[in-house]
């Protein structure tokens, strides 16, 4: 036990390192520290592996073991924001780190070794100018004015109203003074415009009349009366008095508020008790407590015994951290050996128990969150730009976001309705919500967000909170990105604050400037308490007990079929609507689902297209590879008789090499036999109608009748003294029966032309159907 009476194992005293925070576990050792075979002594005497000695990343608090007289070269340290290069936007700090530019000279040192806040101009402002906390100046007119000019908002930072004229105590004279409410109506003009002695006024009780109008409670003045509410109830006009909805005000209660008339009840969730001494909600079970990583190890402490331990020791830089409460296990990942590790809490403090479950392709994975009914794990990677996820057992792995990401960081998980939520703290800072399973993404932060490295739900609440490392803030929304809120805003209580985690009324934050991990009350930001310091390096934080993850069914199992009937992954869908699938299947990088959506198949091969050869005789195309989800029968390589479909082509005229075999060539697959379909059925459609539309063509010129006629009145008016005849018959044996006439002459009827139109009598020109459809009359039809 430590002087200031906390609790610490003994495997960290005399280990070189203030634990305890007030050096007691240090004091009492006798002899100086020695190192085992294994470790190399630091010029600090702390003791570190050998192989960590010289591998660019130090691990002794005074860099010795990365020395150039050890290692050579300039012994520069490794960094985690250590780039290269850095782009355009963003500034190089003195370390090798890369910040954003707009942050050089902002008064706010972003740089490990402050280097952007070093060679600044130093700003003055004019007399008639306000400097804001950043150094910036705005006119002297706009402090106070209730508009926040200043970056930092410091222009409105300590402003008192001063000429605030209210309460029963004072009195607004119509000029604008204020003066005492005991000089009014005594007989002396105190206001300059005396209308603080009103004849007519003085000595009224307007309370006697009606109550003065007033619905509750008249109050009477010197001049004039005040309407008043009892409690629970507040003036909606100056006379009227309505119910107050205490249950607006967010800090109303832990949980559940209750409005009632005049008053309100707080409750607490299923799981929850209320406090009869606080009010607040506490979680019934065990005692619930926190893991933390400390770049080498990850810690525990215990929240009601105040119990510090640690839970995995001798890791090289762990950042990222979650875990499985119903199985016991903690997963985390290490950014330097770009692994995820997996262990049961109870024996994860043994190397031989930790479990690498992703060893390959992950470049800076800084994120990392467990889906716990689902059995998926899903992480950030700062390094290639992407949100990826995996089984539990880490054997099956998809990206699932890779599209404009800047900096990836923090993620967390909503199992229950299928979203994930992430930070991404980039050029374009923002907080953001996917399904689980990549869709419906939206922007849910974008505003008055600079550096948002930790985020974490409040499940019981259903908020989303975050810390931002640059504006100095832990703030919070709800899942849909509304009422938002800011819980604490201060450069001095959050130095550098990088992750966090809410449980009941509390909320637990890592502090790297400080080196500490702290407390407070989420409601009001206020009882701020150090549970660790003297840290090295604090990243990642996360609260252990049942109720930070609640049991749900496993959406991916409920029926008989295991996985959902998935091939690959079986990832939770958002549940957006009540008719929202409850999940969907996804399939490794480079497959797409089949056409039952289940089973995952590869596409082909797309090669780069080569010219033409005149002696090309046949061509086919390797067959896409497909594996169905359920109920596949699979062979050894051969095809059914329905996708078995060889493809021809015709040799050029003259080649000297002979057309392949039919049996020489590859079958197509099914997917581009089913493909030829349509084009097939097109074509047959075409030629079927237009062998239907010839045959109704031929049948309707057999059967057309035509009729030649003389115009009398055409003739007439020509002078042509013929006698007016009708020539009438079949067209195709006019010349038999062009004397056959069974009409009368001048009988009025229409004339059918060749091509099938009906002229009017008397409207046909005066010409004989020729084989052009044009009439003569007079003409028999030859």
Not at 247 to 266: H, L, M, W
Request: net charge negative; proline share 6%; glycine share 8%.
């Amino acid at each position: 036990m430590c002087a200031n009476r906390k609790c610490l194992a003994t495997v960290y005293v005399c280990d070189g390192d203030d634990d305890c925070g007030d050096g007691s576990d240090e004091l009492k050792c006798t002899s100086p520290l020695t190192c085992g075979p294994n470790h190399l002594r630091c010029n600090t005497s702390e003791c570190v592996p050998l192989m960590w000695s010289c591998d660019g990343d130090p691990d002794c608090s005074d860099s010795s073991d990365e020395g150039p007289e050890r290692c050579g070269g300039d012994g520069a340290p490794y960094l985690p924001n250590r780039r290269a290069n850095c782009t355009s936007g963003e500034f190089r700090c003195a370390n090798g780190e890369c910040v954003r530019l707009t942050w050089k000279c902002d008064g706010d040192p972003d740089c490990k070794d402050k280097s952007d806040e070093s060679d600044c101009p130093l700003l003055t402002c004019r007399p008639d100018e306000f400097q804001c906390g950043d150094g910036s100046c705005i006119h002297g007119t706009k402090q106070c004015n209730k508009v926040h000019d200043c970056p930092d908002h410091s222009d409105e930072s300590g402003c008192v109203n001063a000429t605030k004229c209210e309460g029963p105590l004072k009195f607004l004279c119509k000029n604008g003074e204020c003066i005492d409410s005991s000089k009014v109506c005594d007989s002396v003009k105190d206001c300059k415009d005396r209308s603080d002695e009103p004849k007519k006024e003085c000595g009224l009780n307007e309370c006697m009349i009606n109550n003065g109008g007033c619905s509750h409670v008249c109050m009477d003045r010197p001049i004039g009366f005040e309407c008043q509410c009892p409690t629970g109830y507040r003036l909606l006009d100056k006379k009227t008095c309505g119910d107050i909805d205490e249950c607006e005000n967010p800090d109303a209660c832990s949980q559940i508020c209750i409005n009632y008339k005049g008053d309100f009840k707080c409750e607490c969730y299923e799981g929850y008790e209320m406090d009869p001494v606080t009010k607040t909600c506490k979680a019934e079970g065990k005692s619930p407590y926190l893991l933390f990583t400390n770049r080498h190890e990850i810690r525990r402490i215990d929240l009601v015994k105040r119990d510090y331990s640690q839970v995995v020791s001798t890791q090289k830089n762990a950042v990222a951290l979650d875990l499985d409460v119903a199985n016991n296990r903690v997963f985390w990942c290490d950014r330097f050996h770009r692994k995820i590790y997996s262990a049961f809490i109870h024996e994860a403090s043994d190397p031989s128990q930790q479990v690498p479950l992703v060893e390959s392709s992950l470049q800076t994975p800084v994120g990392l969150a467990v889906d716990w009914l689902q059995h998926n794990l899903y992480w950030t990677d700062s390094g290639d730009k992407s949100i990826s996820v995996a089984s539990v057992d880490g054997t099956k792995r998809r990206v699932l976001v890779s599209t404009d990401l800047s900096e990836p960081r923090a993620i967390a998980l909503d199992p229950h309705h299928g979203f994930m939520y992430w930070s991404d703290w980039g050029t374009r800072a923002k907080i953001e919500k996917a399904g689980m399973n990549g869709v419906d993404r939206q922007v849910l932060v974008a505003d008055n967000i600079e550096w948002p490295n930790g985020i974490t739900l409040d499940v019981a609440n259903r908020r989303l909170y975050w810390v931002d490392s640059k504006l100095h803030l832990i703030a919070s929304v709800d899942l849909n990105g509304a009422h938002r809120r800011t819980h604490m805003s201060s450069a001095e209580r959050l130095g550098h604050p990088y992750a966090l985690a809410v449980f009941e009324d509390r909320i637990y934050w890592t502090d790297r400037d400080k080196a500490a991990v702290f407390m407070a009350n989420r409601l009001t930001g206020e009882d701020i308490h150090a549970l660790a310091e003297n840290l090295n390096d604090p990243h990642d934080i996360v609260v252990f007990h049942q109720l930070r993850q609640p049991q749900g069914p496993d959406s991916c199992n409920l029926g008989s079929v295991a996985n959902g009937g998935c091939e690959y992954l079986c990832l939770k869908a958002p549940q957006i609507t009540e008719h929202s699938p409850k999940y969907t299947c996804a399939c490794p990088d480079g497959q797409d689902l089949g056409p039952d959506m289940r089973g995952c198949f590869r596409s082909a091969i797309t090669l780069p297209a080569a010219a033409p050869r005149d002696d090309m005789t046949a061509t086919s195309s390797p067959p896409t590879e497909f594996t169905p989800g359920t109920g596949a029968t699979e062979g050894t390589g051969g095809v059914s008789q329905a996708d078995a479909i060889p493809r021809l082509t015709t040799a050029p005229s003259g080649s000297p090499e002979p057309l392949t075999t039919l049996s020489t060539l590859k079958p197509m697959s099914s997917q581009e036999s089913k493909a030829l379909v349509p084009i097939v059925a097109t074509v047959v459609f075409g030629l079927v109608c237009t062998a239907v539309y010839l045959v109704w063509r031929n049948w309707r010129r057999n059967s057309t009748k035509s009729m030649n006629f003389d115009n009398p009145v055409y003739r007439k008016t020509t002078g042509e003294g013929e006698e007016d005849e009708i020539h009438i018959g079949r067209t195709d044996a006019m010349g038999h029966h062009a004397h056959h006439h069974p009409y009368p002459q001048g009988v009025g009827m229409g004339v059918v032309a060749a091509g099938g139109g009906t002229c009017p009598q008397f409207i046909c020109p005066g010409n004989a159907i020729s084989e052009g459809g044009a009439v003569k009359l007079g003409q028999p039809v030859r």
